[in-house]
């Protein structure tokens, strides 16, 4: 193997490690900060999901196994007057099947309030960025994209976001309020990268069914495209991480301020 093939095949793990952690850590249980004004109207409030809830990306990392960030949204929305961040198992690389196994179990009694990101893991986010944007393959990327959108068509997704929701409304009761979060879309169009408009209208897509699945089970459904749109790959004031060699974590994720807008729009759902 030649040197430029061994960098390039370390790169590559890099990349792996970076875009697909396990979601399997456990659960971080979030210290109530004594904050001003604060105190028993507080609402009580728990953050679940993969990488986008968790703030990778957002950087000033609480761990790394799961690349909590200071800068996610539900740090964020713990430093409110409204909500209380009693728990935090959020984690980078979880799938509904993670997030249902050990991040549901962790959600303490008296909880009032429930944010969740998830879907993207599920339909293979990391090989999709690999094989797309990172390490190009052709073939490889129509492959993972076609997957996933059939798990996207075929109901798949809205089956698995359903049922989690049913679980964790099971574990919370009928009085706390869940609130489900898209994703943005990524890049900034036109893009120099080929496969950016599929991945974007797949990710509207997904946005769609995880909403329908959401809101079908009596869950909230922040749509956080909108506010997006404008600040993708590619844009003059991006809110979302492009690829770079020195910082794979962070790639494909939003940066503090993409953080600071999801708090922002989750804020009045979850108040």
């Known amino acids: 193997m030649s040197a430029r093939s061994t960098l390039a095949a370390a790169v590559a793990a890099v990349v792996v490690a970076a875009l697909a952690l396990t979601g399997a850590s456990p659960a971080f249980a979030a210290k109530g900060p004594g904050k001003p004004g604060g105190g028993s109207s507080e609402l009580a409030y728990v953050a679940l999901g993969d990488s986008f809830a968790a703030g990778q990306g957002g950087g000033s990392y609480l761990d790394t196994s799961c690349y909590r960030s200071r800068n996610s949204y539900p740090q964020r929305l713990d430093a409110t007057a409204k909500l209380k961040l009693t728990a935090f198992p959020a984690c980078a690389g979880a799938s509904t099947v993670e997030t249902l196994a050990s991040q549901v179990p962790a959600i303490p009694a008296g909880t009032q309030r429930v944010s969740l990101t998830i879907g993207g893991n599920d339909v293979g986010f990391a090989s999709v960025m690999q094989n797309c944007f990172v390490f190009v393959s ?21 089956n698995r976001v359903a049922s989690l929701v049913q679980a964790i ?7 706390a309020k869940i609130v489900v979060a898209g994703y943005p879309q990524l890049f900034q169009l036109p893009s120099r990268y080929a496969y950016a408009a599929r991945v974007n209208a797949d990710t ?50 939003p940066n503090s301020t993409g953080y600071a807008n999801y708090a922002t729009l989750l804020g009045p759902a979850l108040g």
């Open 138 to 158: 052709t073939t490889s990327c129509e492959s993972r994209l076609a997957t996933a959108e059939t798990m996207v068509g075929d109901g798949t997704i809205h």
């Open 169 to 175: 409304r099971a574990k919370v009761g009928a009085q």
């Open 204 to 253: 509207s897509a997904l946005n769609d069914q995880v909403e329908a699945a959401a809101v079908a089970n009596g869950a909230t459904f922040v749509d956080v495209e909108a506010a997006f749109a404008g600040h993708g790959i590619g844009s003059s004031t991006p809110w979302i991480n492009a690829f770079s060699i020195f910082n794979t974590t962070a790639a494909f994720h």
